[in-house]
């Protein structure tokens, strides 16, 4: 499956923005989707992911109350909205892909990544 993220850009301490992952050559239904992110000079990690029926979510803690994933398997797609933005979310975020059964949280467990879009929040 291929993977296209969009949506980035900057926003003000306080802002929102929906990110959207556009997932194509696959059966998108049969995939849990997560969300990562890398910040300038640190490490990748976890932001969030959503199980292919869309019932199940989950979070890292400091983006909950503030991120919610969705998807639309009918279109294909899933959206990151992100409201109460901090300069510590800046950073380029990735969507990833798995029909494994691995932990959501882990990169490893996701085979497919779309190419990173950045997200940066000025204060």
């Known amino acids: 499956v291929q993977l296209q993220a969009s949506g980035g850009g900057l926003v003000q301490t306080g802002g929102s923005l929906r990110l959207s992952c556009a997932a194509s050559?696959?059966?998108?239904?049969?995939?849990?989707m997560g969300w990562f992110r890398q910040a300038p000079g640190k490490e990748r990690e976890f932001v969030g992911a959503?199980?292919?029926?869309?019932?199940?979510?989950y979070y890292a803690d400091f983006v909950k109350g503030r991120f919610i994933i969705s998807r639309d398997n009918a279109k294909n797609t899933v959206s990151l909205q992100m409201s109460s933005l901090k300069p510590e979310d800046t950073a380029v975020y990735y969507c990833?892909?798995?029909?494994?059964?691995?932990?959501?949280?882990?990169?490893?467990?996701?085979?497919?990544w779309g190419q990173g879009t950045l997200v940066t929040v000025s204060s």
């Open positions: 959503i199980r292919r029926s869309g019932i199940m979510t």
């Open positions: 050559g696959g059966t998108f239904s049969m995939y849990d």
């Open positions: 990833a892909a798995t029909n494994s059964l691995g932990r959501l949280s882990v990169e490893s467990t996701y085979p497919y």
